[in-house]
T-cell receptor
Framework: SQQGEEDPQALSIQEGENATMNCSYK?????LQWYRQNSGRGLVHLIL?????REKHSGRLRVTLDTSKKSSSLLITASRAADTASYFCATDGETSGSRLTFGEGTQLTVNP | EPEVTQTPSHQVTQMGQEVILRCVPISNHLYFYWYRQILGQKVEFLVSFYNNEISEKSEIFDDQFSVERPDGSNFTLKIRSTKLEDSAMYFCASSLERNTGELFFGEGSRLTVL
């Protein structure tokens, strides 16, 4: 598997439901970030969690990080149709210098 | 709210032609990046730039690519002789700090090589 793999690849839910996306990575990291991309648009930063943190909240977003399992999850609560987008995790490794390594992404569709 | 701007939004070029993609990073940011995303694939790092020089580049960033900060505001990516496989969305990003914060991305420049 590659650094920064998300699952599921695609997720379709109803408005109001929670959406959970997972990300796994291979090497040690400094930080893990989640980005959102609307179709054909740029990436928008959602949240950053540092390697010494286990959980972080921002509005309807909750991110967890388990460095022992090299995995993270992004939970979006009370989803809205406007949350429809692709979600990517990106890692900033201890040895990766200034680069972010992005995962394959999860395509989230929230049906009204 | 400050933002990263990119031009052009879409460029179509013939194989072998030179292309310059332009970016205006956020004014007080110090680190600049180019990433690309081939259609349907993940975002890939190309190069990072700090203090007027490349600080890191990926294996994708071969001799056909170059970056420049010709003045205090613009940051450009040049592809000298485009290939079909260079067709992708190219994203510019900037950050205030290197490894401790978020990247601010532009909306991207879609390059189509025919």
């Amino acid at each position: 598997s590659q650094q920064g793999e998300e699952d599921p690849q695609a997720l379709s839910i109803q408005e109001g439901e929670n959406a959970t996306m997972n990300c796994s990575y291979k090497t040690s990291i400094n930080n893990l970030q989640w980005y959102r991309q609307n179709s054909g648009r740029g990436l928008v930063h959602l949240i950053l969690i540092r390697s010494n943190e286990r959980e972080k909240h921002s509005g309807r977003l909750r991110v967890t990080l388990d460095t022992s399992k090299k995995s993270s999850s992004l939970l979006i609560t009370a989803s809205r149709a406007a949350d429809t987008a692709s979600y990517f995790c990106a890692t900033d490794g201890e040895t990766s210098g200034s680069r972010l390594t992005f995962g394959e992404g999860t395509q989230l569709t929230v049906n009204p | 709210e400050p933002e990263v701007t990119q031009t052009p939004s879409h460029q179509v070029t013939q194989m072998g032609q030179e292309v310059i993609l332009r970016c205006v990073p956020i004014s007080n940011h110090l680190y600049f990046y180019w990433y690309r995303q081939i259609l349907g694939q993940k975002v890939e790092f190309l190069v990072s730039f700090y203090n007027n020089e490349i600080s890191e580049k990926s294996e994708i960033f071969d001799d056909q690519f170059s970056v420049e900060r010709p003045d205090g505001s613009n940051f450009t990516l040049k592809i000298r002789s485009t290939k079909l496989e260079d067709s992708a969305m190219y994203f510019c990003a900037s950050s205030l700090e290197r490894n401790t914060g978020e990247l601010f991305f532009g909306e991207g420049s879609r390059l189509t090589v025919l």
